[in-house]
C-alpha cells in the first residue's frame, strides 16, 4: 500500500500523475463534485445564516466509501483537485466528507500535469483556501436560491408548460439573445448608393493592369448616384496625391477560457461545450495549461519555450518577446493563459483533439511573434468636372512576421480589415485612363444574431458569468427550449446598378442577390421571449445586467477575503424574496399570445399563442359550442412576427388535389416540412419551394421523380437496392435499413462492387450495435462512436461507473439485468417509468367521469403559492439553476 493517497478529480488524469509520482503514491480520482445541496427546503437554511445542507450524491456514494477506506490505510491524503474554485470546493468537501482537517490537510495546485509542475507542486502544498470555497458557496446558494424561488412562479403563471426554470446567468443570457432578435424584427433597411471607379496603368513589368477606387460618400438614393455620375461625363482623372506610409499589425494574446471558446467557434464551428471537453482531455493528458483561466500571462518557462520553438522553427527575425496584461481586473485565478506545455510539439495524436491543440499552439506561437509589417500606399484621384475625389488604397506585406504562423478570426458583426490588394506604380499628376465606374445600392444591416461564440463574448464584456459557467449556461438554455441553434435561409433581394461606361453612357441594371441567410446562429424560442418578458418585467433587478455583473464582483470579493459570504446572501435575498412573494401573489397568468384579426369566414378571433406544445396559431374560443380549430407554427415563424395571412395560410393544408393512379394525392407540412401524400407514401417537396404553390401536375412530378429514385439501382443478396438523399446526406435503402453513402463513393454512379461493400459493413455494424436489447421496454445498451451507451426510447444516456468506480467492460454490460439498468436510467431520469402510470390515471379519471385533473406539477405549483418561504422549495424538485 502506498504510503501517500493523492486525490483528483478525473481518472485520466489520475493515471498521468501516478506515473509521474511513482510508488510513493496512490492516485485515485473523486469523479467531480461528491456532494450537492439536498433538495428539500432547497437545502438552504435560510434562517441560519443560509447554512447549506449538503448530501453525497447517489451515484458518489461507492467512489467515497473506497476514498475513505484508502485514506485510513495511508500516512497521509493529499488533495490535487483543480485550480479553480469549484476545485477548491471539492476539497473541502472530501475533508468534511472523510473527516480531514481542512486546515492541515495538504492541498496541491498545478496549472499544467508535467514532471517539474506536479514536483513542485509536491515540494509547495498548501491548505484548502477557505475564502476560494466560500466564493463557490455563496455562487451555488445563490443561484439556488434564485432558480428554486422563481420557478414555481413560472409554473403557476404559465401552467400550459412544463420544465419552465429561471436562473441568475441563464436568464439574462436568454435576455440578450431575445433583445437582438427584437432589434433584427424591428429593424428598418435604408440603401445607399456606393461608387467604385476602374481605371487601367502599367504595373512594375509594363503590363496594363486594372485597379479599383473608392468613390466619395455614399450616395443616398437614385438620383444622387445618377446625378453624380452625370458629373464625371467627359472628365479626366489625375493622381493629385500619393503617401507610402509603413503599418503592421501585432498579434492577439494567448487564450483565455473565452477567447479559446470564441476562435473555435469561429474557425472551428465547435460548440462551447464540445471546445470544453476536448480542452479538458488535453489538459488530463498533459498537452495544455489548465483550461479555465482569465489570464493572459504567460510564464519566464513558457517565454523561454516559445522563444526556443520559434528560432528553432522559423528563424531569429520572428522571435519577439511579449508581455500581456489581463483587462479583466475581476480575473480570478491568477495561473497562465492556456498554452501548449511543450511548446515545441506542434501536433497531438489525439484524433478528436488535435485540431483544436493546434488552434492554441499557433495562437501562443504568434502571441511571442514579430509584427506583420506593411507597406500602405494611398493615393488621391481628382476629377476634372467636379470638386470630389476618389481614393485607391492598396498594402504590401514586406514582412509576414506572426501572420506565418496564425491569423485571428473575426465575429460577422466586426469591422473587416479590408484592403485594395497591390497597387501599380503611381506617380503624382500622372493622367489615368477611364475604363468604367459604378454606383451600386447597398443596404443597411442590422446586427446578426448570437452565435455561441459571440455571446460568450458579450457575457464577458457585461461581466456575467465566469470561465466556468458560459459552457453550462449556454447548454441549459437550449435544453430548456429558451433558445435554439439553427440556420436561416436567405431571401432573395434586388438591387439596383448605374454604370457610366469609358463613351460616357449611363446604364441602368437590376441583379439579384441572396440575402439575410445565416448558419448555426442562436434564436430565441417563442417561449424564450414570453418567460423573459414575465421575469423582466416582475424581477427586474435579477434581469438587469449591471446588477447580475455585480454579484460577479462581490463573488471575487469573497474570494480575496473581503467580504462575509452569508452577509452578502442575505443583502441579496431580503429584496428578492419579497418580490418573489409579491409576483406570487398579484402576477397575472402568462398567456403569451397576440390576436392577429378575425376569421373572415367564422367570424371567430385569430390568435397566435403559445399552447402546451409549443406555439400554434388558434381560431376560436374553448368557450364557444364548436371546437377550436389549431394550427402549429412553423420553425421559421414566430408569434411575435406571424402576420395574420401568414396564419391563416397554415390552415390551408393538408389539402387533397384529387386522384392519381385511383389513389389521393394530399398537400400536407409536418415536422420535416412540406409534402406530397399518395396512398400511404409520403415525398418530400424539395427546399424552398411553396406548398400552396404545388398543383397537381406537379405534385405527379414529385410522385414520378420519387418513383424513379426509388427504383433499384442493384441488388444484394436477391433484394432490391435503392437510393435517395435525406436530411443527413445520400443513402441506400435495403428492405429496412438505410446505409449512409459516404463522400469517398461517387453517388451518381455506384458499382454492384461499391453496394455490397457498403451493405456488408453496415450488416456488420449492426450485428457489433447491441450488447443488450429488450424490445418491448424500448432499451437496449449499444456500442456508440464514443463508447457503450443506454438506449432508452429516443434517448441516449450514460453507463455511469461500476462498483469500483471503473468503466464497464462489455463483458460487465452483458451480465446487467433489466431492473440495473432502469436503475441506471431513474438515476438519471427519476421519473422515466412514472409516464405510463400517469397516463393511465388520467385515462381511467376520465372514463368514470371525472372531471379533476390534476397533473404533479401543478400540484406541486399550489403547494409552493400557499407554503412558506421555507417549505416552497419543495416544490421546486425538478429545477436546476
Not at 506542434?346 to 506583420?372: C, F, G, N, P
Not at 367564422?602 to 399563442?609: L, T
Not at 433484394?719 to 451518381?748: C, H, M, Q, T
Not at 372531471?851 to 404533479?856: E, G, I
Request: net charge neutral; glycine share 6%.
Amino acid at each position: 500500500m502506498a504510503k501517500n493517497l493523492l486525490i483528483v478529480e478525473s481518472p485520466a488524469k489520475a493515471k498521468t500523475i501516478e506515473k509521474i509520482l511513482g510508488s510513493d503514491f496512490q492516485v485515485k480520482s473523486c469523479f467531480g463534485h461528491i456532494r450537492d445541496l439536498v433538495k428539500e427546503d432547497m437545502g438552504i437554511d435560510v434562517h441560519n445564516g443560509f447554512k447549506p445542507k449538503y448530501t453525497v450524491s447517489p451515484d458518489k456514494t461507492k467512489v467515497v466509501s473506497e476514498l475513505k477506506s484508502l485514506a485510513r490505510k495511508s500516512q497521509e491524503v493529499w488533495l490535487a483537485t483543480d485550480e479553480d474554485r469549484e476545485g477548491e470546493a471539492i476539497s473541502w468537501h472530501l475533508c468534511d466528507e472523510m473527516g480531514l482537517n481542512p486546515a492541515t490537510t495538504k492541498r496541491i495546485v498545478f496549472h499544467e500535469i508535467t514532471k517539474p509542475a506536479i514536483r513542485k507542486a509536491i515540494e509547495t502544498p498548501r491548505t484548502v483556501d477557505m475564502n476560494l470555497v466560500n466564493a463557490q458557496q455563496a455562487r451555488r446558494v445563490l443561484d439556488r436560491l434564485v432558480g428554486f424561488e422563481i420557478s414555481p412562479i413560472l409554473w403557476r403563471k404559465m401552467s400550459m408548460q412544463k420544465n419552465l426554470s429561471a436562473g441568475r446567468v441563464q436568464s439574462v443570457a436568454v435576455k440578450l439573445i431575445v433583445e437582438r432578435e427584437r432589434e433584427i424584427n424591428h429593424f428598418k433597411v435604408a440603401s445607399v448608393y456606393k461608387v467604385e471607379a476602374w481605371f487601367k496603368a502599367q504595373d512594375i513589368n509594363g503590363r496594363e493592369v486594372l485597379f479599383k477606387a473608392a468613390g466619395p460618400e455614399k450616395l443616398a438614393d437614385e438620383q444622387s448616384a445618377h446625378a453624380f455620375l452625370q458629373s464625371c461625363v467627359d472628365a479626366a482623372y489625375n493622381v493629385s496625391d500619393i503617401q507610402v506610409k509603413p503599418a503592421k499589425r501585432t498579434p492577439a494574446a494567448p487564450f483565455t477560457t473565452s477567447t479559446l471558446q470564441q476562435e473555435a467557434g469561429r474557425k472551428l464551428g465547435y460548440p462551447v461545450a464540445r471546445t470544453m471537453r476536448l480542452a479538458q482531455s488535453l489538459y488530463e493528458n498533459g498537452y495544455i495549461t489548465y483550461m479555465r483561466t482569465d489570464s493572459v500571462n504567460l510564464s519566464e518557462t513558457a517565454l523561454e519555450g516559445a522563444e526556443v520553438a520559434i528560432k528553432k522553427i522559423y528563424g531569429d527575425q520572428y522571435h519577439k518577446r511579449r508581455k500581456y496584461q489581463t483587462k479583466n481586473e475581476s480575473a480570478q485565478e491568477a495561473h497562465e493563459a492556456i498554452r501548449p506545455t511543450d511548446m515545441e510539439l506542434m501536433h497531438v495524436e489525439e484524433s478528436d483533439a488535435a485540431r483544436l491543440y493546434e488552434l492554441i499552439w499557433k495562437r501562443t506561437m504568434a502571441s511571442q511573434m514579430a509584427d506583420a509589417a506593411f507597406e500602405r500606399t494611398v493615393a488621391k484621384i481628382d476629377i476634372s468636372t467636379n470638386r470630389e475625389q476618389l481614393t485607391a488604397s492598396g498594402e504590401v506585406l514586406m514582412f509576414d512576421g506572426f501572420l506565418k504562423v496564425y491569423m485571428e478570426d473575426k465575429d460577422d458583426d466586426a469591422e473587416s480589415d479590408e484592403h485594395n490588394g497591390m497597387l501599380p506604380p503611381l506617380k503624382q499628376g500622372q493622367q489615368l485612363p477611364f475604363v468604367e465606374m459604378k454606383a451600386t445600392q447597398r443596404f443597411s444591416r442590422p446586427a446578426p444574431r448570437y452565435t455561441e461564440a459571440s455571446l460568450v463574448k458579450k457575457l464577458e464584456e457585461l461581466g456575467i458569468g465566469r470561465p466556468s459557467t458560459y459552457a453550462p449556461t449556454i447548454s441549459t438554455i437550449q435544453q430548456r427550449g429558451y433558445v435554439e441553434k439553427r440556420d436561416k435561409e436567405g431571401v432573395k433581394r434586388q438591387f439596383g446598378t448605374l454604370t457610366l461606361h469609358a463613351d460616357n453612357r449611363i446604364s441602368q441594371h437590376t441583379a439579384e442577390e441572396n440575402t439575410g441567410a445565416e448558419k448555426n446562429k442562436l434564436f430565441p424560442s417563442d417561449l424564450g421571449m414570453v418567460v423573459t418578458d414575465f421575469l423582466s418585467e416582475n424581477f427586474e433587478r435579477i434581469m438587469d445586467y449591471g446588477f447580475t455583473a455585480k454579484i460577479e464582483e462581490e463573488f471575487d470579493e469573497i474570494a480575496n477575503g473581503k467580504v462575509i459570504w452569508n452577509k452578502m446572501i442575505g443583502d441579496f435575498y431580503k429584496p428578492f424574496h419579497h418580490q418573489v412573494e409579491h409576483t406570487m401573489e398579484t402576477a397575472g397568468r402568462i398567456k403569451g399570445e397576440r390576436v392577429l384579426g378575425t376569421d373572415p369566414g367564422s367570424g371567430k378571433p385569430v390568435v397566435a399563442r403559445l399552447g402546451r406544445f409549443g406555439p400554434m396559431v388558434q381560431i376560436g374560443n374553448i368557450e364557444d359550442e364548436e371546437k377550436p380549430k389549431f394550427a402549429t407554427i412553423k420553425t421559421n415563424q414566430s408569434i411575435e412576427t406571424i402576420t395574420f395571412d401568414e396564419a391563416m395560410d397554415l390552415f390551408k393544408l393538408p389539402l387533397s388535389l384529387g386522384l392519381y393512379q385511383d389513389k389521393e394525392v394530399v398537400i400536407g407540412a409536418g415536422r420535416f416540412g412540406p409534402y406530397v401524400k399518395w396512398d400511404e407514401q409520403f415525398i418530400s417537396i424539395p427546399k424552398g419551394e411553396d406548398p400552396l404553390s404545388v398543383d397537381m401536375d406537379r405534385a405527379i412530378e414529385i410522385i414520378n421523380e420519387k418513383q424513379q429514385a426509388d427504383a433499384p439501382i442493384g441488388y444484394y443478396k436477391g433484394e432490391p437496392v435503392s437510393k435517395g438523399k435525406g436530411r443527413f446526406g445520400p443513402f441506400l435503402k435495403w428492405g429496412d435499413l438505410f446505409i449512409n453513402v459516404p463522400r469517398a463513393y461517387n453517388f451518381d454512379n455506384l458499382s454492384q462492387n461499391d453496394i455490397d461493400e457498403l451493405i456488408s459493413k453496415k450488416l456488420e455494424k449492426e450485428a457489433n450495435r447491441y450488447i443488450q436489447q429488450w424490445e418491448s421496454d424500448k432499451i437496449a445498451l449499444e456500442n456508440g462512436r464514443w463508447g457503450p451507451f443506454i438506449r432508452f426510447g429516443k434517448l441516449m444516456l450514460k453507463l455511469g461507473r461500476n462498483e469500483a468506480g471503473e468503466k464497464y467492460t462489455e463483458d460487465d454490460l452483458r451480465a446487467l439485468s433489466l431492473e440495473e439498468v432502469k436503475k441506471m436510467i431513474t438515476d438519471q431520469i427519476p421519473d422515466a417509468f412514472e409516464k405510463k402510470t400517469k397516463k393511465a390515471a388520467v385515462k381511467k379519471a376520465a372514463a368514470t367521469g371525472a372531471t379533476k385533473k390534476v397533473t404533479v406539477k401543478k400540484a406541486a405549483a399550489k403547494k409552493a403559492a400557499s407554503a412558506t418561504p421555507k417549505k416552497k422549495a419543495v416544490a421546486t424538485k425538478k429545477t436546476k439553476e
